[in-house]
Each structure stands twice: as C-alpha cells, then as structure tokens.
C-alpha cells in the first residue's frame, strides 16, 4: 500500500482481556517501530525491528507487551491482561533501513475499560 | 542522542513565516537535527532533516547555526493546516536509534 496501515483504528477492552494491534509497514520497509502516545503526552518508544536482526525491545514496559514481525513484513503488538494504563494509540512506523523520516501510521486507539 | 530544548508553544498569523527554534547544545557530529509534525489525532509526519547546512524541500526549510547547537524550522507561509506539535530530533543517521520524541512545541496558526 502507499502507507502504513494499522488495524483497528480502535480498539475497546475489558481490563484484563488479551489484545492484538497489526501493523501493515510500507512494502520493502525493513525497519519497523512501534511507539504509544498516551493521552496529552509524547511519544513513548516501545519496540524496534530491522531486518532479521533481533529486535530492540528495549521500551517494552512490562513482560505483558510483546511484539513480532513476520516474514519481515506484518507486525503484531500484543498486551495481554490489558490494564486501564495501557489505554494510549499505539502508533507504527516504518521505513528503508537507517534512512531519513519514517512513515507512521494512524495509529490504533486502545481504550481498557 | 542528544536531548532537545523547545518552547511549548507558539502563535502565527495566517499567511506569515512561522520560525519554530530548537536548542540542542550537545549535538555530536554524527548526529542530524530531524523535524516531525503531528497533527490533532494523526500519526507523526517526517517534515525535514539535516546535518549541518541548510535544508528545503516543499514543506519547509531547516536553518542549522554554524555550531550547530540550535536550528529553526521555517514554514514560509503558514496556514490553518499547519496547526500541529512540532518535534525537533537529533539522532545518528543510518542507525537503528530510535526517534526521542519530546513535548515538541504547539503551533497555532490565526486566521
């Protein structure tokens, strides 16, 4: 696609419940990031993917946030027993190794209810 | 990489030059000064990047100082749709360094 698409656009959870955000990067994008804004605030860095080298996972904020990118493409963001801190739009950026900007997403707005 | 100082927010009349400042006194010299925008509601837009001369392209353009401790962006003439939070980045090109998003500073441009 001509953009990076995430899906779904919202998202409404029961705490506690398990969820899956996708990001679909911009074709032939090697890199990959996933960030999180909550609301009012900045971007908060979560994870980061580059080819088939091992993730940076180094934003992750807890071991119930986990990520993976598949066949280097299609990535899946994955929190589970969700918390009402969690609620945030979990945004995904891609773009050609290393280089200049990088495309975001719209983001997926996840509320935990 | 470097941290960035901006202010929080700024105004613009419509149709003027809007000049958003960016300090960042501990650049290294690899490091390059990256502008983003974000607009109500959507993701962050890249806007433009440089090292140390300056930059345009058709969104704006990037005044690097000599020492390279502070930059402006210039959008030319501002208009109603460049109400955004501007972020100024400085990170090494060419590396898997993550983009260090701040507070970035809230343009409103006036009608």
């Known amino acids: 696609g001509a953009g990076v698409s995430q899906s779904p656009s919202n998202k409404v959870t029961e705490k506690g419940k398990d969820v899956e955000l996708r990001c679909d990067p911009i074709?032939?994008?090697?890199?990959l990031y996933w960030y999180r804004q909550s609301l009012g605030q900045g971007l908060e860095f979560l994870i980061y993917?580059?080819?088939?080298?091992?993730?940076?996972k180094s934003g992750l904020p807890s071991d119930r946030f986990s990520a993976e990118r598949t066949g280097g493409s299609v990535s899946t963001l994955t929190i589970q027993r969700t918390q009402q801190e969690d609620s945030a739009v979990y945004l995904c950026?891609?773009?050609?190794?290393?280089?200049?900007?990088?495309?975001f997403g719209s983001g997926t707005r996840l509320t935990v209810v | 990489d470097a941290k960035t100082t901006q202010p929080t927010s700024m105004d613009c009349a419509e149709g003027r030059a809007a000049n958003l400042p960016c300090n960042h006194s501990?650049?290294?010299?690899?490091?390059?000064v990256y502008w983003y925008r974000q607009i109500h509601s959507q993701g962050p837009q890249y806007i433009i990047h440089?090292?140390?001369n300056n930059e345009t392209n058709e969104m704006a353009s990037l005044i690097i100082t000599e020492d390279r401790k502070s930059s402006t962006l210039i959008l030319p003439h501002a208009t109603l749709r460049d109400t955004a939070v501007y972020y100024c980045?400085?990170?090494?090109?060419?590396?898997?360094?993550?983009?260090?998003f701040g507070t970035g500073t809230s343009l409103t441009v006036i009608p």
């Open positions: 950026a891609s773009s050609f190794s290393g280089e200049t900007g990088y495309t």
């Open positions: 074709s032939g994008h090697t890199a």
């Open positions: 993917f580059q080819g088939n080298s091992a993730p940076d």
């Open positions: 501990t650049i290294s010299g690899n490091e390059y």
């Open positions: 440089g090292l140390k």
């Open positions: 980045i400085v990170r090494v090109a060419n590396t898997g360094n993550q983009f260090y």
